[in-house]
């Protein structure tokens, strides 16, 4: 599997708001990953968060759906 691009970064170098937010022990890869680009994480959930809570489809099956989805794309993600 080929190495990913983005190294995640340390709680030390996330926007104060996201460590103030975080569990500790918690695996938080997502806004580890993000915290590169705080706006675009922000953007990101601004349209991801309605595709996954509105709706009549439970988030389970949506949740369910994309990572079928995934990896019929083979999406090592």
């Known amino acids: 599997m080929p190495e990913p691009r983005l190294r995640l970064l340390d709680d030390e170098e996330l926007p104060a708001a996201w ?3 975080m569990t500790p022990g918690q695996q938080n890869d997502i806004l580890r990953t993000f915290g590169h680009h705080a706006e675009m994480f922000d953007r990101w959930n601004e349209f991801y968060r309605p595709i996954m809570r509105d709706g009549s489809v439970t988030m389970r099956i949506k949740e369910l759906m994309r990572l079928r989805i995934a990896r019929l794309n ?4």
């Open 19 to 21: 460590r103030e937010r």
């Open 74 to 77: 083979e999406c090592a993600v």
